[in-house]
């Protein structure tokens, strides 16, 4: 996200707001702008897809259609759904040249030290078919464990049975509207199948994946963690991502058997222009983990709430958020933990910064249905302001339908205080290097969960949002 | 030729309350200064005046280092001169590594000019340095890693104190040790500390009631502060001489400034 030039233009494809140029050249088809059921008869056609999935889709524009905008969360009123292009398949030379890539951009990924080939990816230069080379290998150890990793359009192709068994199980196209429209119009992800007791100790990453577009706005994944299996998987980047696409409404779901071990992270930090409106939900089985990594640097409004549906005994879920509001900014973030049965336990640990006007919220949800005894939940948030014009909201949820339960939930709000802003820069540090370094400190319980890499990007990444910002 | 710091006639304010109404005082590098007085005398100000605290107000004096006014600059320009205090009660800094803050801190100090977002000092002679100095110091390597302040006892605390000032070399450090109830780990910590690191390249100003610091750590000069300036200078044996005796016969040499150091005990205890 760059402070210096926030856009704030209405939601409009094809107004390129840098500069781009849309020419035709790029794509291989696009269709026209808008939604019905021809556009949405059109993606399941050039996709090839069996006529069950072209059913699923209408179905799910029915249902989207049918259904209100929320009346909650963040404000959307600038969105237009008529005036967004639901698919577009990039030609093959995907092709922004590097000079089109706005400045700010740039100099932020020669701040944060990011290598070429990476800075280029993430700008949509370059499509991902160079790292063919580089993964090519690590794709072939991940075959001969009998692990499926491609993207979703080619599983639903080459893994029908697999799919369709677990597709839309746990986020049905009913969910939610924006889940709705997902399954109406989704296009790319990953889909990920872990065989019975194999763990794969390096984290599987969105970039490994050499086909099909990334990034995409309609994105669904899907996860399957079979039977004491264990994967991690890491997408997105701190390095912020430009997208000329303003509505990203991705849908990822997960399921992990009994004994299996999953987590599952986010880094996001989607250009100002982005509206950000995640489905995520993850069901756990007996005595299996599940974990959620979320962080959410960048966009206009981010709607996310990943969640954990705790089905057997034994179940445990965990989710580490934090939520970053700069200028024009609103992230509303949280987790929910949904515990359906006796013996499981959730903990959400939510850390959110605001500042230069941004709002962050914690919205969260711990349920306890009926039956679900001797379970277990603690719920941190903190909350850590900095300057008057930023704001935090808190809106936590917490349904109990059984007595013998251990419920926690302790919030916080701070600002930097003076006296640890006086220590630090008495031992030389500028004003901004020491509250970078509080800022840092405050969401370290998080970033120590994150690969090395993600780690010191991130880090970096504050001590940029924070520099000059004093005052 | 060693560095001065000299400070002139300083009166400084604190929420529109004179404290200090007129300290003088010249420390060279490599000299050990005490300062004592009773309470409400104004010691802590002057520290935290020095180091340069927003909420302490100058309003009339100076502070130089070799001839250079540093009473309008910040807190971190004063680091970067030479400057440390090493405060009674460490605040706490949540999730930030004891390693990586010193790292931090001593890349601006050695490299005053340096800019933000510049590189660190390297990360392999940073850790070598690091880890002798803690070898030095008796320090278990493990400290290091842990969040700064966070959960440490008095003692460690004043430990993490030491530490910086070792790896931070200041030219003028200042103890703030006027806590006469601080435990006694806390203070053999500090005293045996400051021994090892007192030397020629060190000017240093110790305020406390300590004996046992002041005995570790021998004064040149001891200055008696009594209703916010110093009333009287004199060398080791004066601080002995207030221990064992306390500070009447000081009132009643200077009764103007008991007087007003009078008033601000009980304007303190009314707060």
């Not at chain 1, 400190?441 to 993600?454: A, H, Q, R, S």
Request: glycine content about 8%; proline content about 4%; charged content about 25%.
């Amino acid at each position: 996200m760059s402070t210096d030039a926030p856009v704030r233009a209405e939601v409009e494809i094809g107004d390129y707001q840098y500069g781009f140029h849309d020419s035709t050249d790029n794509y291989e088809f696009k269709s026209r702008k808008g939604l019905d059921a021809e556009i949405v008869g059109q993606i399941s056609e050039m996709k090839k897809e069996p006529a069950w999935m072209r059913d699923f889709r209408l179905k799910s524009l029915e249902i989207f259609e049918s259904r209100p905008m929320p009346d909650w969360g963040g404000d959307m009123s600038d969105l237009d759904f008529n005036n967004i292009f639901y698919y577009m398949k990039a030609a093959k030379e995907q092709g922004r040249s590097w000079d089109e890539v706005p400045d700010d951009i740039r100099k932020t990924y020669d701040r944060l030290g990011i290598p070429e080939a990476e800075k280029k990816y993430l700008a949509g230069v370059k499509a991902q078919y160079e790292s063919e080379v580089v993964y090519g290998s690590l794709q072939e150890d991940l075959a001969k464990q009998g692990v499926l990793f491609t993207d979703t359009d080619s599983a639903l192709r080459d893994h029908p049975e697999i799919f369709r068994e677990h597709f839309a199980t746990i986020i049905p196209p009913e969910d939610n509207k924006f889940a709705a429209l997902n399954s109406a119009v989704w296009s790319g992800g990953s889909f990920i199948y872990v065989p019975p007791g194999v763990n794969i100790e390096f984290p599987l990453q969105a970039y490994f994946r050499i086909n099909s577009e990334n990034m995409g706005q309609f994105e669904r994944t899907l996860i399957i963690v079979d039977e004491g299996a264990s994967a991690h998987y890491v997408e997105g980047c701190t390095a912020p991502t430009y997208s000329s696409d303003s509505l990203h409404s991705a849908v990822v779901e997960i399921v992990v058997k009994k004994g299996g071990r999953f987590r599952y992270t986010t880094i996001q930090n989607w250009s100002n222009n982005v509206y950000n409106l995640v489905t995520k939900r993850a069901m756990a089985y007996q005595d299996s983990l599940m974990e959620w990594v979320d962080g959410n640097l960048g966009s206009r409004l981010t709607m996310k709430y990943p969640a954990i549906w705790l089905m057997e005994p034994g179940a445990r879920g965990e989710t580490l958020s934090i939520a970053f509001a700069g200028d024009s900014q609103h992230q509303d973030a949280g987790a929910k933990m949904v515990h359906c049965a006796p013996n499981t336990s959730s903990r959400i640990i939510s850390k959110s910064i605001s500042k230069d006007g941004g709002r962050s919220s914690y919205r969260g949800l711990v349920k306890v249905e009926d039956g679900a005894s001797q379970c277990k939940s603690n719920v941190v948030c903190d909350a850590l302001i900095l300057d008057p014009d930023s704001k935090s909201d808190t809106y936590p949820y917490i349904e109990v339908e059984e007595q013998e339960v251990a419920i926690e939930h302790e919030a916080s709000v701070s600002k930097i205080a003076e006296e640890q802003l006086f220590y630090l820069m008495s031992r030389g540090l500028t004003e901004a290097e020491a509250s970078a370094m509080i800022v840092t400190g405050f969401i370290e319980p998080l970033v120590k969960e994150l690969p090395m890499e993600y780690a010191v990007e991130m880090n970096r990444l504050i001590e940029l949002q924070m520099e000059g910002s004093v005052g | 030729m060693s560095s001065l710091l000299k400070i002139t006639d300083l009166h400084v304010s604190v929420a529109n309350t004179q404290i200090l109404r007129g300290v003088n005082m010249e420390i060279r590098q490599g000299e050990i200064h005490a300062l004592m007085g009773p309470n409400g005398s104004g010691k802590s100000t002057l520290a935290y005046a020095l180091a340069g605290h927003p909420n302490y107000s100058v309003t009339s004096g100076t502070i130089e280092i070799d001839g250079v006014n540093i009473t309008e600059l910040a807190a971190d320009e004063r680091a970067r001169k030479g400057m440390f205090l090493a405060f009674q009660y460490p605040v706490v800094i949540p999730g930030v590594k004891v390693a990586d803050f010193i790292r931090h801190a001593i890349s601006n100090v050695r490299n005053p000019d340096r800019k933000e977002g510049e590189g660190l000092v390297p990360m392999r002679e940073y850790r070598k340095e690091i880890r002798a100095k803690m070898g030095e110091l008796d320090m278990d390597p493990e400290f290091a890693r842990r969040y700064l302040n966070d959960g440490f006892s008095g003692g460690e605390k004043k430990r993490m104190e030491i530490l910086q000032m070792a790896m931070l070399q200041p030219k003028f450090a200042i103890l703030d040790e006027t806590d006469s109830g601080l435990d006694s780990d806390a203070v053999r910590v500090v005293s045996e500390g400051l021994a090892k690191l007192a030397g020629p390249e060190m000017g240093v100003l110790i305020i406390t009631h300590h004996e046992r610091l002041l005995e570790f750590n021998p004064p040149q000069y001891t200055h008696v502060m009594l209703g916010g300036r110093i009333v009287e200078t004199g060398d080791a044996a004066l601080a002995q001489d207030l221990h064992a005796k306390g500070y009447a016969a000081i009132r009643e040499r200077h009764p103007d400034a008991a007087a007003d150091n009078a008033k601000a005990e009980k304007e303190a205890a009314a707060v």
